[in-house]
Structures are given as C-alpha cells and as structure tokens.
C-alpha cells in the first residue's frame, strides 16, 4: 500500500507500507548503523521518534527471541530503503513485517532514505508525519507542524518500570568477551535508575559481579538509600533531559553519599543535577561507529550512540572534568566529578548493537564501588 512520508518544512518522501496500517507523528532521525535493526528497534531512547536506518537492506535476518533490549519496539515509525520481505537467519523466529504488524509499528519501504538523511543533516531533525490512510502534502505537513517534540514530552514516564524488581540474567557466555568475576567474589549492590534501561546493560552488570536491583526513574533518593546501595546507575532513556526533574533531584539526594555511574540520558541528568546545561544537537548521534578518544589514555574507541541532546561542559567545570570527546564534532563524551566517585559517559558502553571497544567501564564502575 502506498505511504507517504512529510516533514514539517514540507519535504516530502514516498514509500510502500510493510508494517502497521494507519498515521503517525514524531521526530525523524537516522540511523548509520549497518547491523542490529532489532535491538535498535526495541531501545526504549527511541520513544517519540522514526527512525530512519541508512543501511539500504532492512529485514534480511528476521526477528529473534535473544535480541530485544525491552519487552516491546518504541520507536513511532521504521523507515528503510529496502525491506526484505523473508528472513534468513538459523535465530529467526519471524519476519520484520509479521513483527512490525503485531506491535502496530508503521513501517515504510522504498523510500529514497538517502535524500531523506541528507535532508536532515542539512535542515536538522525535524517533526514529520507519516501515513497510509491521508496521502495528502500539506495535510500531513500541517499534522507535522502540531505535533510536540520531544522537549513537549516526559517520555521517560512512558517507558520507566512501575515497580522495583531485581535482575539477575547476565551476559550469555558466547558474548562475553571480559571474564566474569569468580563467584566467591563480593557483590556490590547496584541501583539502577530505569529512565528507559536497555537490557543488555543490565545484563553487563550482572555479569561484571554485581546485584542488580532496577528501581522506577522517580524513585526519591530516600528511598534508593534504604536499599543500601554500593553504587547508583543512571540510564540511558528518551527525550530531554529537562523534562525528569524528579530523577535530577534525586540525583542531587545522591551525590556525595553513592558511587554513581551514568550513562546517555544519565551522563546528561548527572549534569543538570550539578546546575549544568545541555544543548539540543542538530542532527544527534544515532549509530554505532562514532569514535570517541579518552583525553587520559589517548586512547579512540569507536561507541555505539543515541542521544539528541549533548552537555555543556563549561557550566559544569568547577565540578566534573572532561574526560571523552567525539571526533566527529568534538561534542563532550564522558566527564568525571573532581572529588566525589562518580563519572558519566554520553555514548553506550554495553553496545548493543555495535562495537564492544567501551564494556571495560563496567569494571570500572565496579572497582570505583570496592574503594569507596
């Protein structure tokens, strides 16, 4: 069935549907990764978006059961060049079509996505309207130009467990690549911030040895104290960072007296918490070869990325120092705070999908929490 894709600047993509019937709304960003369709897919960081995938050929290995990073896709649309309509893979269990359609995900193929991601890296991500049903220009420009960003939005609350819980699944072994700690070796006790948790963070701290007990994004600092922490984890998770006040002030309850580890939303919350800034990026990082160079060890790791929003690092400088830089735009990558046990990293260190160049930070933040 025909489809059609608009931007609220008017600029207008056509496409065949292969997913879910019907209209949608959101922010359209891209995404350079060449593999991991279903992992980025069901990364809850996508609540709000469609995502457009600048690898041409979508769908070529199914769906399977180990991959998803949350019960659920997030994301608002898919947008590819080219959906393969079989599956080919000894893990499949469906197609990307039958996947998309039982979770209601409009999906778009033939779309030219290079025009399309050329377009945003010109003009910027921008709001745009995608449909089966109105095939209309300016009909769906002008639903475009209505709908929120993603700055109107708390859409940590959409996706945020309701309830704390414990995790206990680690890295399956054929995907471990650091040893994991012998098992009479103490378990420090983690508290992890779910502002839109990926699984396979979660799984990365149980395999470097520690207890896992996931906690709701709002959850008072008061009340992660009582579960007598060794170290606090903030996640990843959508939209603007601006828009969690209630886990900023409980980070604030927490500096000082936990180890902390952030990363994406998390590395930019842990800098709103100390009275930083964030800015929005033009374009954002969304993909997996983006490298990043450590200012200590010189040393370039090419990081897996999502994020739309990126820190200030001026306005937190009396108490972080920058510690990573992006080498494509020199954007801040990591800070660490200049007394206290607590760093932050804007990239994804548990890659998935991508490179596994940064999983040492989880040993890190495990050895920060022996110390303290």
Known sequence: MEALLVLEDGATFRGQSFGALGEITGEVVFNTGMTGYQEIITDPSYRGQMVVMTYP????????????ESAQPHLRALIVRDASIRESNWRARQ?????????????????????LTRHIRQFGAL????????????????????????????????????????WTDPVDEQWQLVPSPPASAPRPHVVAYDCGIKHNILRQ??????????VPAEMPARETLALQPDGVFLSNGPGDPENVPYTIASVQGLMGKVPIFGICLG???????AGGEKYKLKFGHHGS???????????IAITAQNHNFAVDIDSVSGEFELTHVNLYDHTVEGMAHRRLPIFSVQYHPEAAPGPHDASPLFAKFVRMMREA
């Open 127 to 166: 709001r745009g309207t995608a449909s089966t049903e109105d095939l209309d220009p300016g009909s769906l420009r002008q639903k475009a130009l209505a709908a929120p960003t993603t700055s109107d939005e708390d859409l940590v609350a959409e996706v945020t467990c309701q309830e704390p819980y414990e």
């Open 95 to 115: 197609t990307l079509t039958r996947y998309l359609n039982e979770h209601g995900i409009l999906a778009l193929t033939g779309v030219d996505t290079r025009a």
């Open 57 to 68: 050929h979508i769908g070529n290995t199914g769906i399977n059961l180990e991959d998803p």
């Open 289 to 299: 070869n983006h490298p990043v160079k450590d200012l200590e060890t010189d040393e």
């Open 267 to 273: 590395h930019q919350v842990l800098a709103l918490a």
């Open 205 to 214: 701290l149980t395999a470097s040895g520690c207890r896992v007990t996931v």
